[in-house]
């Protein structure tokens, strides 16, 4: 069993950088790779990234390459995403979630999620 637990979300002004955080739980952190959704009102979940299970490597969707860095830290099991240069258009419930395989984007391809954090960015 896997909990995941997301911090360090809030209220933020654009061009602000923010870094959330991710507590797991489990016994076999390295057998997971980590990846951020996220999700706006109204909208279907948006990849934003993953982490492969070493933490020395890292992937994105194109759009997002440049603001958004994921990385672990396997000794105190934790996951970081953070976002540079904040817009408006971030304000969205950010999940931290769990799968088996590195390299994969789909909301499908991850096992275990955590109840998420709420960013809000004001113009």
């Known amino acids: 069993q896997v909990q995941l637990v997301e911090s360090g979300g809030g209220l933020v002004q654009a061009g602000d950088s923010l870094r959330l955080s991710c507590a797991v739980s489990?016994?076999?952190?390295?057998?997971?790779?980590m990846g951020w959704f996220r999700q706006a009102p109204g909208k279907i979940y948006e990849f934003l990234g993953a982490?492969?299970?070493?933490?020395?490597?890292?992937f994105y969707p194109d759009s997002l390459k440049g603001r958004f860095t994921i990385s672990r830290d396997n000794v105190k099991k934790m996951v970081y995403l953070n976002v540079k240069y904040l817009e408006p258009g971030d304000t969205a419930v950010y999940y931290c979630?769990?799968?088996?395989?590195?390299?994969?984007?789909?909301?499908?391809?991850?096992?275990?999620w955590g109840k998420g954090t709420q960013v809000t960015v004001s113009s």
């Open positions: 982490v492969n299970k070493a933490g020395d490597d890292a």
């Open positions: 489990t016994q076999s952190f390295t057998r997971y790779a």
């Open positions: 979630t769990a799968g088996p395989f590195y390299g994969r984007n789909r909301f499908q391809d991850y096992d275990y």
